[in-house]
């Protein structure tokens, strides 16, 4: 569905960062607690590997489709630009934010297959910062833009993936 086409410069969510230098910062972060204050917990797990290789790709899978549906559809994926059209098809019949749920499956991904407990430490605060500075804000800006299609949006579809 097409945006009002009345589209001013200012016309974007305010978010509170560029969405993906959160789960950059916790990777970085955590890499360096690891060095500092290694936890040893995952290295402890056998299976922590064989899952991050699952879970990685996944993750890696659900950017690539959803920032190409995004491209495909001929709308912004930034949020400091305004978004042009709702994308309700393809994987976001599934999540409206599948971008932060694959970058969520990536960090700790990486964090299984590299054994670095600090980096799932720091996935729920993470998540909670782009779930209140970026995903809320997002959110507010997608209803004020497509109104009643982005209710019935959001009441058709979870947030994250199923009840999350």
Request: no cysteine; net charge positive; proline share 9%.
């Amino acid at each position: 569905m097409k945006a009002h086409p009345n589209i001013h410069k200012n016309d974007h969510p305010e978010v509170i960062v560029f969405p993906p230098l959160i789960p950059a910062a916790a990777i970085l972060l955590g890499m360096g607690l690891q060095w500092l204050v290694p936890l040893h917990v995952l290295n402890s797990w056998p299976a922590g590997r064989w899952v991050g290789g699952v879970i990685l790709p996944i993750g890696v899978l659900m950017l690539v489709v959803a920032l190409s549906s995004l491209r495909r559809h001929e709308t912004n994926v930034s949020p400091f630009a305004p978004t042009t059209n709702l994308v309700t098809s393809g994987i976001f019949r599934w999540s409206r934010n599948p971008i932060y749920t694959g970058g969520t499956l990536v960090m700790l991904g990486l964090a299984l297959l590299g054994g670095l407990d600090w980096i799932v430490v720091l996935t729920a605060p993470s998540v909670l910062i782009l779930h209140f500075g970026v995903v809320r804000p997002e959110e507010s800006y997608l209803a004020g833009r497509f109104g009643e299609a982005y209710r019935l949006y959001q009441q058709r579809v979870p947030r994250y993936l199923g009840p999350l």
